[in-house]
Protein backbone atom coordinates (compact mmCIF):
# COMPACT_ATOMS: atom_id res chain seq x y z
CA UNK A 1 0.00 0.00 0.00
CA UNK A 2 1.67 3.34 -1.01
CA UNK A 3 1.47 5.83 1.36
CA UNK A 4 0.76 8.54 -1.22
CA UNK A 5 -2.90 6.42 -1.47
CA UNK A 6 -3.54 5.97 2.33
CA UNK A 7 -6.77 8.25 3.09
CA UNK A 8 -5.50 10.23 6.54
CA UNK A 9 -8.73 11.89 7.20
CA UNK A 10 -12.02 9.62 7.67
CA UNK A 11 -15.55 9.13 6.10
CA UNK A 12 -18.83 8.54 8.72
CA UNK A 13 -21.78 7.46 6.43
CA UNK A 14 -25.48 7.68 7.91
CA UNK A 15 -27.52 4.59 7.07
CA UNK A 16 -31.12 4.68 6.02
CA UNK A 17 -33.76 3.34 3.53
CA UNK A 18 -31.52 4.26 0.66
CA UNK A 19 -28.56 1.97 2.31
CA UNK A 20 -30.56 -1.04 2.75
CA UNK A 21 -30.93 -2.12 -0.69
CA UNK A 22 -29.37 -5.11 -0.86
CA UNK A 23 -25.49 -4.53 -1.88
CA UNK A 24 -25.78 -0.92 -0.91
CA UNK A 25 -24.21 -1.54 2.30
CA UNK A 26 -21.38 -3.33 0.83
CA UNK A 27 -20.54 -0.83 -1.95
CA UNK A 28 -20.53 2.15 0.83
CA UNK A 29 -17.42 -0.03 2.44
CA UNK A 30 -15.97 -0.73 -0.82
CA UNK A 31 -15.71 3.12 -1.00
CA UNK A 32 -14.15 3.52 1.67
CA UNK A 33 -16.46 3.87 4.79
CA UNK A 34 -14.88 4.00 8.06
CA UNK A 35 -17.51 4.49 10.71
CA UNK A 36 -21.53 4.27 10.44
CA UNK A 37 -24.03 5.98 11.83
CA UNK A 38 -27.16 5.13 12.91
CA UNK A 39 -29.84 7.75 13.70
CA UNK A 40 -31.83 7.31 16.23
CA UNK A 41 -34.19 9.99 15.99
CA UNK A 42 -35.82 7.36 12.90
CA UNK A 43 -36.81 4.13 12.49
CA UNK A 44 -37.61 1.31 15.18
CA UNK A 45 -35.50 -0.64 17.24
CA UNK A 46 -36.00 -3.17 14.88
CA UNK A 47 -34.56 -1.67 12.19
CA UNK A 48 -31.32 -0.76 13.79
CA UNK A 49 -30.71 -3.88 15.54
CA UNK A 50 -31.01 -5.02 11.98
CA UNK A 51 -28.76 -2.62 10.77
CA UNK A 52 -25.50 -3.07 13.13
CA UNK A 53 -25.90 -7.13 12.46
CA UNK A 54 -25.43 -5.95 8.54
CA UNK A 55 -22.73 -3.66 9.01
CA UNK A 56 -20.48 -5.96 10.92
CA UNK A 57 -21.38 -8.98 8.40
CA UNK A 58 -20.87 -6.59 5.37
CA UNK A 59 -17.18 -5.17 6.93
CA UNK A 60 -16.22 -9.07 7.96
CA UNK A 61 -17.10 -9.94 4.30
CA UNK A 62 -14.96 -6.98 2.91
CA UNK A 63 -12.46 -7.50 5.36
CA UNK A 64 -12.20 -4.23 6.86
CA UNK A 65 -13.20 -2.76 10.54
CA UNK A 66 -15.81 -0.94 10.39
CA UNK A 67 -17.40 1.32 13.52
CA UNK A 68 -20.74 1.75 14.70
CA UNK A 69 -22.20 5.25 15.64
CA UNK A 70 -25.46 5.31 17.01
CA UNK A 71 -26.57 9.06 17.84
CA UNK A 72 -29.36 10.06 19.91
CA UNK A 73 -31.79 12.04 19.01
CA UNK A 74 -31.84 14.40 21.99
CA UNK A 75 -34.43 17.20 22.88
CA UNK A 76 -35.00 18.56 19.43
CA UNK A 77 -38.10 21.05 19.99
CA UNK A 78 -40.39 20.90 17.56
CA UNK A 79 -43.63 22.23 16.58
CA UNK A 80 -46.73 19.77 16.19
CA UNK A 81 -49.28 18.82 13.04
CA UNK A 82 -51.33 21.19 11.24
CA UNK A 83 -54.77 20.15 10.55
CA UNK A 84 -55.26 20.41 6.72
CA UNK A 85 -51.19 20.36 5.81
CA UNK A 86 -48.55 22.98 5.39
CA UNK A 87 -49.34 26.53 5.82
CA UNK A 88 -48.29 29.74 4.30
CA UNK A 89 -47.01 32.10 7.29
CA UNK A 90 -47.23 35.68 5.72
CA UNK A 91 -44.08 38.16 7.15
CA UNK A 92 -45.96 40.81 9.86
CA UNK A 93 -49.12 38.50 10.71
CA UNK A 94 -49.67 36.76 14.44
CA UNK A 95 -48.59 33.36 14.95
CA UNK A 96 -49.23 31.50 18.86
CA UNK A 97 -46.64 28.53 19.71
CA UNK A 98 -49.53 26.68 22.00
CA UNK A 99 -47.30 24.79 24.45
CA UNK A 100 -49.85 22.36 26.22
CA UNK A 101 -50.62 18.85 26.15
CA UNK A 102 -53.37 18.04 23.79
CA UNK A 103 -53.09 21.02 21.69
CA UNK A 104 -55.40 20.05 18.73
CA UNK A 105 -53.59 20.52 14.72
CA UNK A 106 -52.60 23.58 13.81
CA UNK A 107 -53.77 25.90 11.01
CA UNK A 108 -52.49 29.78 9.79
CA UNK A 109 -52.88 31.22 13.25
CA UNK A 110 -51.12 28.92 15.85
CA UNK A 111 -49.81 25.15 16.24
CA UNK A 112 -48.79 23.16 19.21
CA UNK A 113 -45.15 22.64 20.77
CA UNK A 114 -43.93 19.84 21.72
CA UNK A 115 -41.68 21.45 24.89
CA UNK A 116 -44.19 22.62 27.46
CA UNK A 117 -41.39 24.67 29.45
CA UNK A 118 -41.18 27.04 26.20
CA UNK A 119 -43.18 29.91 27.89
CA UNK A 120 -40.67 29.95 30.93
CA UNK A 121 -37.52 30.42 28.59
CA UNK A 122 -38.63 32.92 26.76
CA UNK A 123 -39.84 36.84 26.53
CA UNK A 124 -40.73 39.57 24.34
CA UNK A 125 -38.41 40.64 21.57
CA UNK A 126 -36.91 37.00 21.41
CA UNK A 127 -36.56 35.70 17.86
CA UNK A 128 -37.29 31.67 17.67
CA UNK A 129 -36.19 30.23 14.11
CA UNK A 130 -38.12 27.21 13.16
CA UNK A 131 -37.28 24.64 10.32
CA UNK A 132 -33.42 25.18 10.46
CA UNK A 133 -33.79 29.14 10.26
CA UNK A 134 -36.41 29.16 7.18
CA UNK A 135 -38.82 30.87 9.15
CA UNK A 136 -38.31 33.41 12.23
CA UNK A 137 -40.93 34.35 14.75
CA UNK A 138 -40.72 37.50 17.22
CA UNK A 139 -42.10 36.80 20.77
CA UNK A 140 -44.34 39.31 21.13
CA UNK A 141 -45.84 38.29 24.39
CA UNK A 142 -46.07 35.21 26.57
CA UNK A 143 -49.58 34.64 28.52
CA UNK A 144 -49.70 31.39 30.22
CA UNK A 145 -48.90 28.23 27.68
CA UNK A 146 -49.45 30.21 24.97
CA UNK A 147 -45.79 32.06 23.17
CA UNK A 148 -47.69 34.87 21.16
CA UNK A 149 -45.53 35.89 17.63
CA UNK A 150 -45.32 38.01 15.18
CA UNK A 151 -43.82 36.47 11.86
CA UNK A 152 -40.59 37.83 11.07
CA UNK A 153 -39.25 35.52 8.12
CA UNK A 154 -42.06 34.34 6.58
CA UNK A 155 -42.11 30.99 4.46
CA UNK A 156 -44.08 27.46 4.09
CA UNK A 157 -44.39 25.46 7.24
CA UNK A 158 -45.23 21.75 7.80
CA UNK A 159 -45.63 19.17 10.72
CA UNK A 160 -42.94 18.32 13.52
CA UNK A 161 -40.43 21.06 12.18
CA UNK A 162 -37.61 21.87 14.64
CA UNK A 163 -37.71 25.22 16.94
CA UNK A 164 -34.35 27.24 18.49
CA UNK A 165 -34.20 30.20 20.15
CA UNK A 166 -31.86 32.44 18.03
CA UNK A 167 -28.62 32.49 20.62
CA UNK A 168 -29.93 29.25 22.26
CA UNK A 169 -31.33 29.63 26.10
CA UNK A 170 -33.25 26.73 26.20
CA UNK A 171 -33.39 24.56 29.66
CA UNK A 172 -34.90 21.53 28.18
CA UNK A 173 -32.74 18.53 29.52
CA UNK A 174 -30.17 16.66 27.53
CA UNK A 175 -31.33 13.27 27.95
CA UNK A 176 -35.00 12.58 26.91
CA UNK A 177 -36.91 9.32 28.09
CA UNK A 178 -36.42 8.16 24.14
CA UNK A 179 -32.40 9.07 25.26
CA UNK A 180 -32.22 6.52 27.70
CA UNK A 181 -33.99 3.64 26.29
CA UNK A 182 -31.74 4.11 23.17
CA UNK A 183 -28.78 4.37 25.19
CA UNK A 184 -29.67 0.60 26.18
CA UNK A 185 -30.16 -0.11 22.50
CA UNK A 186 -26.94 1.31 21.69
CA UNK A 187 -24.95 -1.15 24.90
CA UNK A 188 -27.59 -3.99 22.95
CA UNK A 189 -25.77 -4.05 19.72
CA UNK A 190 -22.00 -3.21 20.63
CA UNK A 191 -22.09 0.55 19.41
CA UNK A 192 -19.03 1.79 19.37
CA UNK A 193 -19.64 5.38 19.56
CA UNK A 194 -22.65 7.01 21.53
CA UNK A 195 -23.33 10.65 20.02
CA UNK A 196 -25.02 12.51 22.65
CA UNK A 197 -27.58 15.26 21.12
CA UNK A 198 -27.75 19.27 22.09
CA UNK A 199 -25.34 18.99 25.45
CA UNK A 200 -25.21 21.43 27.23
CA UNK A 201 -22.64 21.09 29.96
CA UNK A 202 -20.07 18.47 31.00
CA UNK A 203 -22.74 17.34 33.93
CA UNK A 204 -24.60 16.31 30.10
CA UNK A 205 -21.38 13.79 29.12
CA UNK A 206 -21.08 12.85 32.87
CA UNK A 207 -24.94 11.42 32.84
CA UNK A 208 -24.70 9.47 29.17
CA UNK A 209 -21.19 8.27 30.59
CA UNK A 210 -22.91 7.11 33.60
CA UNK A 211 -25.97 5.60 31.86
CA UNK A 212 -24.12 3.28 29.26
CA UNK A 213 -22.18 2.09 31.69
CA UNK A 214 -24.73 1.09 33.65
CA UNK A 215 -26.21 -0.96 30.28
CA UNK A 216 -23.44 -2.83 29.81
CA UNK A 217 -21.76 -0.60 26.90
CA UNK A 218 -17.92 0.19 26.16
CA UNK A 219 -18.91 2.77 23.63
CA UNK A 220 -16.94 6.27 23.02
CA UNK A 221 -18.58 9.10 23.91
CA UNK A 222 -19.29 11.41 21.27
CA UNK A 223 -20.50 15.72 22.40
CA UNK A 224 -22.48 16.84 19.63
CA UNK A 225 -21.53 20.58 20.04
CA UNK A 226 -25.36 22.45 18.38
CA UNK A 227 -26.00 24.37 21.22
CA UNK A 228 -25.16 28.10 21.51
CA UNK A 229 -24.97 27.12 25.70
CA UNK A 230 -22.16 24.82 25.02
CA UNK A 231 -19.63 27.17 23.53
CA UNK A 232 -18.82 29.22 26.96
CA UNK A 233 -18.09 25.69 28.54
CA UNK A 234 -16.56 24.27 25.21
CA UNK A 235 -13.49 23.03 27.03
CA UNK A 236 -15.05 21.24 29.82
CA UNK A 237 -17.30 19.77 26.99
CA UNK A 238 -14.54 18.46 25.40
CA UNK A 239 -12.57 16.54 28.35
CA UNK A 240 -16.17 14.69 29.35
CA UNK A 241 -15.65 13.33 25.68
CA UNK A 242 -13.85 11.20 23.98
CA UNK A 243 -15.09 12.82 20.63
CA UNK A 244 -16.69 15.92 19.61
CA UNK A 245 -18.57 16.77 16.80
CA UNK A 246 -19.09 20.34 15.22
CA UNK A 247 -22.80 19.50 14.32
CA UNK A 248 -23.48 22.64 11.93
CA UNK A 249 -27.47 22.54 11.47
CA UNK A 250 -28.76 23.38 14.64
CA UNK A 251 -25.50 25.29 16.00
CA UNK A 252 -25.64 27.68 13.00
CA UNK A 253 -29.34 28.12 13.47
CA UNK A 254 -28.51 29.11 16.89
CA UNK A 255 -25.38 31.45 16.66
CA UNK A 256 -26.13 32.77 12.97
CA UNK A 257 -24.41 31.48 9.50
CA UNK A 258 -21.79 34.39 9.82
CA UNK A 259 -20.09 32.88 12.90
CA UNK A 260 -20.35 29.21 12.25
CA UNK A 261 -16.94 28.84 9.83
CA UNK A 262 -15.03 30.63 12.48
CA UNK A 263 -16.56 28.17 15.67
CA UNK A 264 -16.06 25.22 13.21
CA UNK A 265 -12.28 26.17 13.59
CA UNK A 266 -12.29 26.99 16.84
CA UNK A 267 -13.71 23.47 17.84
CA UNK A 268 -11.45 21.87 15.81
CA UNK A 269 -8.26 23.13 17.01
CA UNK A 270 -9.31 23.00 20.56
CA UNK A 271 -10.70 19.40 20.25
CA UNK A 272 -7.05 18.37 19.20
CA UNK A 273 -5.32 20.51 21.51
CA UNK A 274 -7.34 18.58 24.26
CA UNK A 275 -6.23 15.11 22.93
CA UNK A 276 -9.91 14.24 21.51
CA UNK A 277 -11.08 13.38 18.10
CA UNK A 278 -13.40 15.44 16.47
CA UNK A 279 -16.06 15.08 13.34
CA UNK A 280 -17.20 18.00 11.06
CA UNK A 281 -20.87 17.26 10.07
CA UNK A 282 -23.81 18.95 8.18
CA UNK A 283 -25.02 19.07 4.47
CA UNK A 284 -21.31 18.96 3.98
CA UNK A 285 -22.59 17.15 0.22
CA UNK A 286 -25.99 18.01 0.41
CA UNK A 287 -26.79 18.39 -3.39
CA UNK A 288 -25.79 14.93 -3.67
CA UNK A 289 -29.15 13.72 -2.08
CA UNK A 290 -30.09 14.08 -5.79
CA UNK A 291 -27.08 14.86 -7.67
CA UNK A 292 -24.59 12.22 -8.52
CA UNK A 293 -21.91 14.69 -7.73
CA UNK A 294 -21.32 17.65 -5.95
CA UNK A 295 -20.84 21.23 -6.11
CA UNK A 296 -17.66 23.45 -6.55
CA UNK A 297 -18.96 25.08 -2.58
CA UNK A 298 -19.38 21.66 -1.28
CA UNK A 299 -16.29 20.33 -2.28
CA UNK A 300 -14.40 23.73 -0.59
CA UNK A 301 -16.17 23.28 2.36
CA UNK A 302 -15.00 19.08 2.90
CA UNK A 303 -11.50 20.52 2.20
CA UNK A 304 -11.45 23.33 4.58
CA UNK A 305 -12.63 20.47 7.09
CA UNK A 306 -9.63 18.67 6.05
CA UNK A 307 -7.13 21.26 6.51
CA UNK A 308 -8.41 22.45 9.23
CA UNK A 309 -7.77 19.13 10.65
CA UNK A 310 -11.05 17.45 11.56
CA UNK A 311 -10.30 13.75 12.24
CA UNK A 312 -14.09 12.79 10.38
CA UNK A 313 -15.93 14.23 7.85
CA UNK A 314 -19.72 12.94 8.04
CA UNK A 315 -22.35 12.28 5.14
CA UNK A 316 -25.96 12.26 6.51
CA UNK A 317 -28.89 12.43 4.38
CA UNK A 318 -26.57 12.25 1.38
CA UNK A 319 -26.10 8.41 2.48
CA UNK A 320 -29.13 7.68 4.50
CA UNK A 321 -31.94 8.75 2.07
CA UNK A 322 -29.88 10.27 -1.54
CA UNK A 323 -30.34 8.72 -4.77
CA UNK A 324 -26.16 8.03 -4.91
CA UNK A 325 -25.11 7.09 -2.16
CA UNK A 326 -21.70 5.50 -2.93
CA UNK A 327 -21.19 8.16 -5.32
CA UNK A 328 -21.92 10.63 -2.03
CA UNK A 329 -18.76 8.69 -0.17
CA UNK A 330 -16.18 8.31 -2.99
CA UNK A 331 -16.80 11.51 -3.74
CA UNK A 332 -15.74 12.42 -0.39
CA UNK A 333 -13.01 10.09 -0.69
CA UNK A 334 -11.47 12.03 -3.79
CA UNK A 335 -12.19 15.42 -1.71
CA UNK A 336 -9.97 14.16 1.11
CA UNK A 337 -7.38 12.61 -0.58
CA UNK A 338 -7.25 15.67 -2.85
CA UNK A 339 -6.91 18.03 0.39
CA UNK A 340 -4.43 15.91 2.10
CA UNK A 341 -2.01 16.14 -0.96
CA UNK A 342 -2.10 19.96 -1.23
CA UNK A 343 -1.97 20.57 2.37
CA UNK A 344 1.22 20.07 4.09
CA UNK A 345 0.93 19.39 7.85
CA UNK A 346 1.80 22.58 9.96
CA UNK A 347 4.79 21.49 12.70
CA UNK A 348 2.80 21.72 15.94
CA UNK A 349 5.25 18.85 17.68
CA UNK A 350 5.40 20.65 20.76
CA UNK A 351 4.58 19.92 24.08
CA UNK A 352 2.65 23.12 24.61
CA UNK A 353 0.07 22.99 22.63
CA UNK A 354 -0.98 19.32 23.74
CA UNK A 355 -1.77 18.29 27.77
CA UNK A 356 0.45 15.36 28.44
CA UNK A 357 -1.21 13.65 31.43
CA UNK A 358 0.12 10.53 30.97
CA UNK A 359 3.13 8.18 30.15
CA UNK A 360 1.52 7.18 26.92
CA UNK A 361 1.15 10.32 25.88
CA UNK A 362 4.38 11.61 26.12
CA UNK A 363 5.62 8.35 24.44
CA UNK A 364 3.51 9.41 21.61
CA UNK A 365 4.92 12.89 20.99
CA UNK A 366 8.28 11.81 21.30
CA UNK A 367 7.55 9.35 18.58
CA UNK A 368 6.30 11.67 15.70
CA UNK A 369 9.32 14.31 16.85
CA UNK A 370 11.77 11.52 16.08
CA UNK A 371 9.47 10.23 13.21
CA UNK A 372 9.58 13.91 11.86
CA UNK A 373 13.78 14.10 12.26
CA UNK A 374 14.48 11.07 11.08
CA UNK A 375 11.96 10.94 8.15
CA UNK A 376 10.44 7.25 8.77
CA UNK A 377 7.85 5.30 6.86
CA UNK A 378 5.42 4.77 9.22
CA UNK A 379 4.83 4.94 13.12
CA UNK A 380 3.33 1.42 14.55
CA UNK A 381 1.80 1.06 17.91
CA UNK A 382 1.60 -2.16 19.84
CA UNK A 383 -1.57 -1.23 21.97
CA UNK A 384 -4.34 -2.84 23.56
CA UNK A 385 -7.36 -0.11 23.94
CA UNK A 386 -5.96 2.16 21.13
CA UNK A 387 -5.12 4.93 23.42
CA UNK A 388 -1.67 5.28 22.34
CA UNK A 389 -2.93 5.48 18.64
CA UNK A 390 -5.42 8.55 19.46
CA UNK A 391 -2.14 10.10 21.11
CA UNK A 392 -0.21 9.93 18.25
CA UNK A 393 -2.98 10.97 15.81
CA UNK A 394 -3.26 14.74 17.69
CA UNK A 395 -0.04 15.45 16.68
CA UNK A 396 -0.44 16.56 12.80
CA UNK A 397 2.18 14.54 10.42
CA UNK A 398 2.16 13.27 7.06
CA UNK A 399 3.63 9.55 8.42
CA UNK A 400 0.52 7.13 8.67
CA UNK A 401 0.38 5.36 12.27
CA UNK A 402 -0.53 1.88 12.32
CA UNK A 403 -2.22 1.06 15.58
CA UNK A 404 -1.95 -2.98 15.71
CA UNK A 405 -4.47 -3.91 18.35
CA UNK A 406 -5.74 -8.07 19.55
CA UNK A 407 -9.25 -5.45 20.41
CA UNK A 408 -11.80 -5.92 17.51
CA UNK A 409 -13.82 -3.29 19.42
CA UNK A 410 -10.34 -1.19 19.72
CA UNK A 411 -9.67 -1.31 16.20
CA UNK A 412 -13.02 -0.04 15.78
CA UNK A 413 -12.39 2.75 17.93
CA UNK A 414 -9.71 3.68 16.04
CA UNK A 415 -11.27 3.94 12.49
CA UNK A 416 -12.27 7.16 13.76
CA UNK A 417 -9.16 8.98 14.06
CA UNK A 418 -7.21 10.29 11.66
CA UNK A 419 -3.92 8.70 10.44
CA UNK A 420 -4.40 5.59 12.29
CA UNK A 421 -4.93 2.95 10.17
CA UNK A 422 -5.95 -0.36 12.62
CA UNK A 423 -4.46 -3.32 12.33
CA UNK A 424 -5.76 -6.71 13.82
CA UNK A 425 -2.09 -8.35 15.38
CA UNK A 426 -2.24 -10.21 18.71
CA UNK A 427 1.41 -10.85 20.01
CA UNK A 428 1.08 -13.47 22.81
CA UNK A 429 1.28 -13.24 26.65
CA UNK A 430 4.13 -15.52 26.51
CA UNK A 431 5.88 -14.01 23.93
CA UNK A 432 8.68 -11.72 24.62
CA UNK A 433 8.23 -7.75 23.18
CA UNK A 434 11.32 -8.22 21.21
CA UNK A 435 9.50 -11.13 19.21
CA UNK A 436 6.39 -9.33 19.47
CA UNK A 437 8.17 -6.30 17.59
CA UNK A 438 9.93 -8.48 14.83
CA UNK A 439 5.68 -10.32 14.41
CA UNK A 440 4.55 -6.97 13.88
CA UNK A 441 6.99 -5.55 11.62
CA UNK A 442 6.67 -8.66 9.50
CA UNK A 443 3.17 -8.58 9.73
CA UNK A 444 2.81 -5.13 8.06
CA UNK A 445 5.49 -6.13 5.08
CA UNK A 446 3.77 -9.12 4.19
CA UNK A 447 0.36 -6.38 3.73
CA UNK A 448 3.02 -4.48 1.54
CA UNK A 449 2.96 -1.61 4.10
CA UNK A 450 6.13 -1.65 4.55
CA UNK A 451 8.99 -2.43 2.20
CA UNK A 452 12.95 -3.11 2.37
CA UNK A 453 14.96 -0.21 4.11
CA UNK A 454 11.90 1.14 5.85
CA UNK A 455 12.77 3.14 9.38
CA UNK A 456 9.87 2.43 11.15
CA UNK A 457 8.96 3.74 14.80
CA UNK A 458 7.42 1.54 17.29
CA UNK A 459 5.84 2.36 20.81
CA UNK A 460 4.25 -0.38 23.32
CA UNK A 461 4.52 -1.03 26.75
CA UNK A 462 6.68 -3.94 28.33
CA UNK A 463 3.58 -5.32 30.27
CA UNK A 464 1.44 -6.77 27.88
CA UNK A 465 -1.74 -6.90 27.98
CA UNK A 466 -1.94 -3.75 30.51
CA UNK A 467 -4.52 -1.27 28.87
CA UNK A 468 -2.56 2.55 28.77
CA UNK A 469 0.89 0.72 29.88
CA UNK A 470 2.68 1.95 26.58
CA UNK A 471 6.27 3.34 27.76
CA UNK A 472 8.94 1.75 25.48
CA UNK A 473 9.61 3.98 21.86
CA UNK A 474 12.27 1.79 19.33
CA UNK A 475 13.88 2.89 16.47
CA UNK A 476 13.60 -0.42 13.41
CA UNK A 477 15.21 -0.50 10.16
CA UNK A 478 13.47 -3.40 7.73
CA UNK A 479 15.62 -5.62 6.50
CA UNK A 480 14.81 -8.58 3.65
CA UNK A 481 11.73 -10.42 3.79
CA UNK A 482 10.44 -8.12 6.70
CA UNK A 483 12.50 -8.84 8.45
CA UNK A 484 14.66 -6.38 11.45
CA UNK A 485 17.66 -5.05 9.86
CA UNK A 486 18.73 -3.36 12.93
CA UNK A 487 17.79 -2.64 16.65
CA UNK A 488 18.13 0.01 19.01
CA UNK A 489 16.19 1.46 22.06
CA UNK A 490 15.75 5.26 22.54
Given amino acids: ?99 RPGVPPGDATRVGVSYYGLPDDVSAGDVLLLDDGLVGLTVREVVGSEVRCEVLVAGKLSNRKGLNRQGGGLSVDALSDKDKADIQLAAEIGADFLAVSFVRSADDMHQARRLLKLAGGRAALVAKIERADAIPVLGEIIDASDVVMVARGDLGVEIGDAELPGLQ ?156 QPVEFSHGEKQSMAASTRAAVRLLFEQDRLVQGDSVVITYGDRVGHVGGTNTLKLLAVGPDGTIDSLRDL
Fill in 265 to 420: KKIIREAVQRNRAVITATQMLQSMVRSPIPTRAEVLDVANAVIDGTDAVMLSEETAAGAHPDKAVAAMTRICLGAERQFEPKDDLSAGGHRLDRTDQAIALAAMMLAGQLGVRAIVALTESGATAQWLSRYRSAVPIYGMSPSASARRRMQLLRDV
Fill in 1 to 99: MLISKIRRTKIVATLGPATDAPGALRKLIDEGVDVVRLNLSHGAPDDHRARARAVREAAEAAGREVGVLADLQGPKIRIETFADGPVQLVEGASFVLDC
